[in-house]
Each structure stands twice: as structure tokens, then as C-alpha cells.
């Protein structure tokens, strides 16, 4: 006890130097946080957008089907079987025909992938209500990303030219009957939605889709379907995240040696210039590890104090920024990221922040008061190394 007490007024009577310190440290402090805090906000938006507009509780992809090789598109369908039929009516699945297509807005020939899915769908957030129509007019769903790269307005005409099973190539207008804003690009870009019922007739395909979203997860095996679990199509986001947290490490382990290179340079010209005090410590009968102990401990306050501080200013920026929220525009960056990200704080997260920095604070504050072990209580008494 008499250490803290000993270490608490040293770091009282530094004044000025103890609290340059302090406000070093808490910086990193709230910096370190801040920066984890927004990875995980973006981790935790970016998996939850995924999840509601595009994959739900995971897919089941025909075996042939691959989504980063188009050509594969056009012969990756097949029927649904009875069980499949069934979840499908009950609303736990939904079906969707994919297919390569092209238009042709303002004359320009655009590739896209034209997209099958019923429009009483309720699994998805996609708005496929709006493409329920009392007449044959062929209505299609696109995004915004789509409507700016095609330069299409809502209920403009444009017309879609398309292949049938048989490969004959057959063309329609089509008026867009909705622009959607969603923040997941893959299901935006290129990608262009019409009923499920009138695909079907479209392409001569009775009853078949490409794949399916599941609604609850369930991870049930069917013949001839490959399930892909929440995990496997979230991977390409996971490892973006990972990256952004690597390249983050480095920052903050830079802001983080800047603030412990300070104490160590305060406990290196407090033992230069406080002989003295240690030998009059050691010669009124404190050994020397105590002598090193009170010098290590005074060290490691400083993040203690840091820690309080960065409270006090910390909290109530933290409190503004998770109501406002990150703008980062509407730029289309080709990744899954809301134009406003809002940080998740975890109180994981802050633990493990203050444990580093106190952990770190203490073992700098401890390699320079070993000297002091090796040190003659005569010659500290005299000012003498």
C-alpha cells in the first residue's frame, strides 16, 4: 500500500509533465477505440445488410452455379422438388432464376443479369411488391447504383433482349418499375429484377431457379443442391474486415509506442535526478525491489490516468458520433458499406483497450527502474550512479 501511496504523490508533484503524459496516453486511448469501434460498426451493418437483402439464414446454389463466373449462369437451373416446393409455398424459401440478358438504354447495348424472384416474397427486403401487375407489362426492380450506370429513371422503357432455353433470342420493353437504395453492391450492380412467374414464361423453364435463399437457416440437405451457410458467403466481408483491422494495428501501435516512449522518458530522467529520494527510501528501510516497485507503479498510474481522462472527454464524443454517425457519401466503392456507419462500442472491446495500455504503460515504466536495483544506497545518497 505504501507504493501507491508513494507513487500517487510523486505523479502529483511532477505537475505539469505527469499530466503532458496523461493526455498522450488518453489519446491513444480514445483513438484505439474509436478506430475498433467503427470496424466493428461496419462489420456488424455490412453483415446485417447482407443477410436482409440478399442472403437471409444462407442459400442453396445449384451444383453448376458460380456467381463470379457467368457463363455458367445460363445452364445452372433445375426443378424444384416436392420437399423444396414445400418451403417454398409455406414462404421459408425463396426461389430465384437467374440469367444473362442485355439492354439497351439511349441505343447502348448494357450485359446485365436479369433476375427472377416472386414478388410476394417477404425473407428479402427488396421491394418486389412493385413488381405485381394486373396486365402482361413487363416490370422491372433495379438499384440505384444500376439506375445511374444505365442512366434509368422510374418508369422509363427500355428494351431487354434475352435467350430462351432453347437459345432462340427474343426482346420486350420493359418499364422500371422501381428504384431501390440498398447499400449492398453485388445485388445492385448489373443486376436487374422481374417477376419469378413471367421469367419462367420468358425462358421456357417450368417451375426451375438457380438458387435459393432460406429464410431460417435451417441447413436441411437436398439432392443436387449445394447449401451455403451465412459464414461461406460472407467470407469475402470478413476477410475486408480483417484487412482494415491489420492495417489499423499499425496506426495504432505507432500512436501507442509515441504515448509509452513519453513515460519511458519521464522514468529514465526521474531516476537520473531523483538518486536521492531512492536512497533516502532505501536507508529509512524499503528494500530495493520496493524502491522498484514504487518507480513501476508510478509508471503504470499514468494509464490509470490517462484512462480517466480519456473518459471524461471520451464518452460524450463517443455518445455524439453513435447518434450522428460516419458519412461517408454516396460514392460507390463496390463493397458492402453504408453511406453512414455508425461505431459499435463492446465493452470487450474497451476492456481489452485499457488491459494493453496498462499492461504496456507498466512493463516501459518497469525496464527502467531496474536500474535501481543495482544501484549503492551511499552513492544514491551522494547523487552518484
Not at 5 to 21: F, Q
Not at 143 to 165: C, E, F, H, I, Y
Not at 215 to 235: H, T, V
Not at 362 to 371: E, M, N, Y
Request: glycine share 8%; net charge neutral.
Amino acid at each position: 500500500m505504501i507504493a501507491f501511496k508513494l507513487a500517487y504523490k510523486n505523479l502529483l508533484g511532477a505537475g505539469l509533465r505527469t499530466w503532458l503524459n496523461v493526455s498522450v496516453l488518453s489519446l491513444a486511448f480514445v483513438l484505439i477505440i474509436f478506430y475498433n469501434a467503427m470496424i466493428d460498426g461496419w462489420n456488424r451493418q455490412g453483415r446485417n445488410d447482407t443477410q436482409n437483402w440478399e442472403i437471409a439464414q444462407g442459400q442453396y446454389w445449384h451444383p453448376e452455379y458460380d456467381k463470379y463466373d457467368v457463363y455458367t449462369i445460363n445452364d445452372a437451373h433445375q426443378a424444384l422438388i416436392n420437399p423444396i416446393q414445400k418451403h417454398v409455398d409455406a414462404g421459408r424459401m425463396v426461389p430465384e432464376l437467374l440469367q444473362q440478358a442485355s439492354i439497351y438504354p439511349q441505343g447502348r447495348m448494357q450485359s446485365i443479369i436479369l433476375r427472377g424472384i416472386p414478388s410476394e416474397q417477404s425473407v428479402l427486403k427488396l421491394p418486389t411488391h412493385l413488381l405485381k401487375s394486373d396486365s402482361e407489362e413487363l416490370i422491372a426492380l433495379i438499384g440505384k447504383r444500376m439506375a445511374k450506370a444505365s442512366k434509368l429513371k422510374l418508369n422509363d422503357t427500355v428494351l431487354l433482349r434475352w435467350r430462351d432455353k432453347n437459345g432462340t433470342f427474343d426482346a420486350a420493353e420493359m418499364r422500371i418499375g422501381g428504384i431501390f437504395n440498398c447499400d449492398v453492391a453485388e445485388i445492385d450492380n448489373g443486376q436487374i429484377y422481374i417477376s419469378y412467374a413471367l421469367m419462367q414464361n420468358m425462358m421456357g423453364l417450368s417451375n426451375e431457379a438457380t438458387l435459393l435463399v432460406d429464410k431460417l437457416g435451417m441447413g436441411e440437405q437436398f439432392s443436387d443442391w449445394d447449401f451455403k451457410s451465412p459464414s461461406f458467403l460472407l467470407k469475402e466481408l470478413d476477410e475486408l474486415i480483417n484487412s482494415e483491422r491489420i492495417s489499423g494495428m499499425v496506426m495504432q501501435l505507432i500512436l501507442l509506442l509515441i504515448a509509452l516512449l513519453a513515460i519511458f522518458d519521464t522514468q529514465i530522467l526521474a531516476i537520473f535526478r531523483r538518486k536521492k529520494e531512492i536512497g533516502t527510501y532505501i536507508a529509512l528501510g524499503l528494500t530495493r525491489q520496493q524502491v522498484v516497485r514504487v518507480f513501476t507503479i508510478e509508471g503504470g498510474m499514468h494509464s490509470v490516468l490517462a484512462a480517466l481522462l480519456g473518459a471524461v472527454y471520451g464518452i460524450p464524443l463517443f455518445m455524439w458520433i453513435d447518434s450522428v454517425g460516419i458519412n461517408f457519401g454516396s460514392a460507390d466503392m463496390g463493397i458492402t458499406i453504408a453511406e453512414r456507419v455508425y461505431p459499435y462500442y463492446s465493452l470487450q472491446l474497451v476492456l481489452i483497450t485499457i488491459v494493453v495500455v496498462v499492461v504496456s504503460s507498466t512493463i516501459v515504466s518497469f525496464i527502467p527502474a531496474r536500474k535501481i536495483a543495482r544501484m549503492k544506497p551511499t552513492d544514491a545518497l551522494k547523487g552518484k550512479m
